[in-house]
Structures are given as C-alpha cells and as structure tokens.
C-alpha cells in the first residue's frame, strides 16, 4: 500500500486538484455500476473557479493525499457545517491509483481530521443511487443511509438523459464508533 503524506490544499492546488476530480469522475470502469453506467462521467465538468470556491469557502477544506514524489494521488472535500456534524465531498483518487486502498486511506484521514480540527461527532455525505456497488463501499466503512434522498441535478448535465429515479442517496456516520458496532 502506498504511504500517503496530506496536507490542505491552498489557492495554488486548485488547477491540480480540478484535473483529478474531474479525471477521476470521468474515468470509464468496467465494474458495473461503480462509476458509471449513464453516460454522466462523459458529461461532468469541473471548473477551477468551483475548486477555488471549495478551497476559500470558511468552515471548508480540502485535503490532498500525495506519494513520497509529491505527486497527489487523491482528494476529498470537507465542510463544518455545525458544531457537531460535518460533510464530505468529491473524494476522488488518481485513476492509475485506484483500487490500491488509497480512497480508504484519504476518506480515514478526512475523518480523522474532522473529528481533530472541528470537534464534529457525525458526518454526512451523498452518492447517486445508480451506483451500488459504491453504496456498499460506504455502507462497509460504516456509513449508514439515513433514508432521505437529494435531488439530482440534472440541469448541469443537459445533454445526459437519466432515469427518472436517480437521486443522490444521503449516508451519516457518527464517528467514534467501528463500522461493526453501527451495524447493529
């Protein structure tokens, strides 16, 4: 497994941190359902004014993951939004690094680093109800779906036609607890 170094970005990552996410949102797999099955990752763009927005957004932060080369190997956004609980988003890695365990790594450290810098006790995140086998991936890393849906938005992909069902699938997880003891 890699040894990953992180750090929060700063305004100077942002063209960086741009090609990743929108590399890794756009690559194809060929496991059905885990990236895509709709078309969507042809359509998803990512402007760098979006990052930079992410990156100087108070009570936000997003944290690289890098190799011992510097080179970044994936990201995930973070936003407090109270005293108690914050969000994850747009956890990518390199597409010649996944399935090496380095999502887990950076979605551990975003945890991690929730729970030390803010004091937060539960986080929130979201993916699209299309993807499965992602669902499972968060549901094994104690990610718990709350039941509520958020509407997809369907107005920044114009050109894609999607199943009228598809929606972003809400997930919590109260930190401090094994994904085992969640469980139950």
């Given at each position: 497994?890699?040894?990953?170094?992180?750090r929060?970005?700063?305004e100077?990552?942002?063209?960086?941190?741009?090609?990743?996410?929108?590399?890794?949102?756009?690559?194809?797999?060929?496991?059905?359902?885990?990236?895509?099955?709709?078309g969507?990752?042809?359509?998803?763009?990512?402007?760098?004014?979006?990052?930079l927005?992410?990156?100087?957004?108070?009570?936000?932060?997003?944290l690289?993951?890098?190799?011992?080369?510097?080179?970044?190997?994936?990201s995930?956004?973070?936003?407090?939004?109270?005293?108690?609980?914050?969000?994850?988003?747009?956890?990518?890695?390199?597409?010649?690094?996944?399935?090496?365990?380095?999502?887990?790594?950076?979605?551990a450290?975003?945890e991690d680093?929730?729970?030390?810098?803010?004091?937060?006790?539960?986080?929130?995140?979201n993916?699209?109800?299309?993807?499965?086998?992602?669902?499972?991936?968060?549901?094994?890393?104690?990610?718990?779906?709350?039941?509520?849906?958020?509407?997809?938005?369907?107005?920044?992909?114009?050109?894609?036609?999607?199943?009228?069902?598809?929606?972003?699938?809400?997930?919590?997880?109260?930190?401090?607890?094994?994904?085992?003891?969640?469980?139950?």
């Amino acid at each position: 497994m890699n040894e990953l170094n992180f750090r929060v970005a700063t305004e100077d990552d942002a063209a960086q941190l741009q090609q990743l996410v929108e590399s890794a949102f756009r690559t194809e797999d060929s496991r059905k359902g885990w990236t895509d099955d709709l078309g969507l990752s042809s359509a998803f763009r990512l402007d760098v004014q979006e990052v930079l927005a992410m990156i100087t957004k108070p009570d936000s932060v997003v944290l690289m993951a890098t190799n011992n080369e510097n080179t970044l190997m994936g990201s995930i956004g973070t936003s407090k939004r109270d005293a108690n609980y914050a969000r994850l988003f747009q956890l990518a890695v390199d597409t010649s690094q996944q399935r090496g365990g380095i999502g887990r790594q950076v979605l551990a450290y975003a945890e991690d680093y929730c729970q030390r810098t803010w004091g937060v006790t539960t986080l929130g995140l979201n993916t699209l109800s299309s993807r499965k086998q992602l669902i499972s991936w968060y549901s094994r890393h104690g990610y718990k779906m709350t039941g509520e849906t958020t509407p997809f938005p369907r107005e920044k992909f114009e050109s894609v036609v999607f199943p009228s069902d598809l929606c972003l699938v809400e997930f919590e997880k109260v930190l401090g607890i094994a994904p085992a003891e969640q469980a139950t």
